[in-house]
């Protein structure tokens, strides 16, 4: 499995990749990175019926609570819902003020959810945190219960994890992989560039 990570990753770090490309790897890694999520959550048994006798299977214990950050983490979504197809769906929309490079919230819809529920937020690129710190933020304020907090991303920058675990030590990580650091303009090196302008095409030349 590790191969397969390190080739998908490879096509969506080279700066010669098409859109199109860069879809398809983003989906299959996204898959990836779904089922390690998986992992994450408890288990169940109960009884089920083969062709041939009686069994037990395995089923997941709580519901789940699929949260893309917008834009990019759109992307990550229909991969992640096809692992928690009865998943309920929210969104959180922040933009990055280029000067200071913090986070502008401008928009949220959240459903219902309950302490019992896992929840996970889908963002591709964990840089320097403060964007994931200021959904958990939101998150915690709903009661949402930091043990059942999952984070979801392709890439990660130390900078970004120290920043998340120094407030939330109890949130779950799962990254597909940790870079070396932050450029001077907070992005990660040596990173993908930006994985929202790559994916829907919006590159400027």
Do not use: W
Not at 32 to 50: D, K
Not at 144 to 154: G, K, M, P, Q, R
């Amino acid at each position: 499995m590790q191969n397969l990570k390190s080739e998908l990753l490879t096509l969506l770090r080279m700066e010669e990749t098409s859109s199109s490309e860069f879809r398809k790897a983003s989906k299959a890694f996204c898959s990836l990175l779904a089922g390690e999520a998986f992992n994450h959550f408890s288990m169940e048994n109960f009884s089920i019926r083969t062709p041939v006798e009686k069994t037990t299977g395995l089923k997941r214990k709580k519901a789940a609570v699929l949260i893309p950050i917008l834009r990019s983490g759109i992307a990550m979504l229909d991969p992640f819902l096809e692992f928690f197809e009865e998943a309920r769906v929210g969104f959180f929309g922040f933009e990055r003020d280029e000067k200071t490079f913090l986070p502008k919230h401008y928009y949220q819809n959240i459903p219902v959810f309950n302490q019992e529920d896992k929840i996970i937020l889908l963002d591709p690129m964990l840089a320097t945190g403060g964007t994931l710190l200021e959904a958990l933020r939101l998150l915690i304020e709903k009661k949402a219960s930091e043990e059942n907090i999952i984070i979801a991303s392709v890439i990660a920058a130390p900078e970004g994890i120290e920043a998340v675990k120094k407030l939330y030590p109890n949130v779950k990580l799962v990254l597909g992989t940790v870079d070396h650091k932050l450029n001077e303009k907070c992005f990660i090196v040596p990173g993908l560039g930006d994985f929202g302008d790559r994916y829907f095409g919006t590159l400027i030349p």
